[in-house]
């Protein structure tokens, strides 16, 4: 076998390795109540939540319930089937944004995304129930190293987060335009 085909057999050998498995995320039912789409859902919340730093401040429950979207709509964006006209500069922008949120509330950077939107939604139910203990513990250290009290406390004093507004807005613009609609915040 010469050189130059032993190389062929070696890239094609290479080429038959595990693909790296896909990520997947879902929202809670709770989470679209009332609303049939949960892409679209998410989109207009987060779109309105981002929209400015006081959006958020001093309101822990809706900030978890705006980041679990966020981190569902890093893996929906990119990969939903429905929306094929997306730019991928879109999916680009929510990979730039998740370093942003996840830095600013504490999560592990290789955290998956759905035990991140899993342990925020049941950190919002509790806050709303007026269980702040609960919350703590909704949110575990796998996924949140510095500990469930302090990721309640940044989400209680959220920062302006200009990337991840960036991608709600850009989300929303791409949607509209599947839909051909203006620009601008749903």
């Given amino acids: 076998m010469t050189a130059h085909l032993r190389l062929l057999a070696l890239l094609a050998l290479g080429a038959c390795g595990a693909l790296p498995p896909a990520q997947y995320a879902s929202l809670p039912p709770d989470a679209v109540a009332g609303a049939g789409d949960p892409l679209r859902s998410a989109v207009a919340n987060t779109s309105v939540a981002f929209a400015s730093p006081q959006k958020l401040a001093g309101r822990p429950a809706e900030a978890a319930q705006a980041v679990a979207q966020m981190e569902y709509l890093a893996v929906e964006i990119p990969n939903n089937v429905r929306y ?57 250290a796998a996924v949140f190293p ?3 009290q302090t990721a309640v406390l ?18 929303t613009d791409a949607l509209r335009r599947t839909d051909g609609a203006p620009r601008g915040r749903f």
């Fill in 84 to 140: 094929p006209s997306i730019s991928p500069t879109v999916g680009t922008q929510f990979a730039q944004a998740r370093r942003e949120w996840r830095s600013a509330l504490g999560i592990a950077p290789d955290a998956p995304p759905q035990p991140v939107i899993e342990s925020l939604y049941a950190a919002s139910r509790a806050i709303r129930a007026g269980q702040p203990d609960a919350a703590a513990s909704a949110l575990p």
């Fill in 146 to 148: 510095q500990g469930g």
């Fill in 154 to 171: 940044r989400l209680a004093s959220m920062p302006g987060l200009p990337l991840t507004n960036q991608a709600a807005v850009a989300a």
